[in-house]
């Protein structure tokens, strides 16, 4: 069964960095494209990062770019969300999800809708 455990949500200064985990059992890391996602309240849910392992394949969006890393520790089957000179505008729910990269043609897809999503992880940047 494949699960998504997302964590390291908290509440930090602007300016700030936290680092999200993505704990992922049931599948291999190698075989699956892993993605980011973040919903702010009344707004609607935004890809911010993605990365392929297999290829080394990362995407990130326009908001993300410069500030956030996406990699993975494929031993620990563990991607990783990096996120440095945090805004409040940053603050969401982030989430992560998976899909396994032949449906996407073995080429990392923005905007590709995954299949298996995990719980949300709260981050909240005060001004």
């Known amino acids: 069964e494949v699960q998504l455990q997302a964590s390291g949500g908290g509440l930090v200064q602007a300016g700030g960095s936290l680092r999200l985990s993505c704990a992922a059992s049931?599948?291999?890391?190698?075989?699956?494209?892993i993605g980011w996602f973040r919903q702010a309240p009344e707004k609607e849910r935004e890809e911010v990062s993605s990365?392929?392992?297999?290829?080394?394949?990362?995407f990130h969006a326009a908001s993300a770019k410069g500030r956030f890393t996406i990699y993975s520790d494929n031993a620990k089957n563990t991607v990783y969300l990096q996120m440095a000179s945090l805004k409040p505008e940053d603050t969401a729910v982030y989430y992560c999800?998976?899909?396994?990269?032949?449906?996407?043609?073995?080429?990392?897809?923005?905007?590709?809708?995954?299949?298996?999503w995990g719980q949300g992880t709260l981050v909240t940047v005060s001004s």
């Open positions: 999800a998976a899909t396994p990269y032949f449906r996407m043609g073995y080429t990392l897809t923005p905007g590709y809708k995954y299949n298996y």
């Open positions: 049931g599948f291999t890391l190698d075989d699956y494209a």
């Open positions: 990365i392929s392992t297999s290829d080394g394949m990362t």
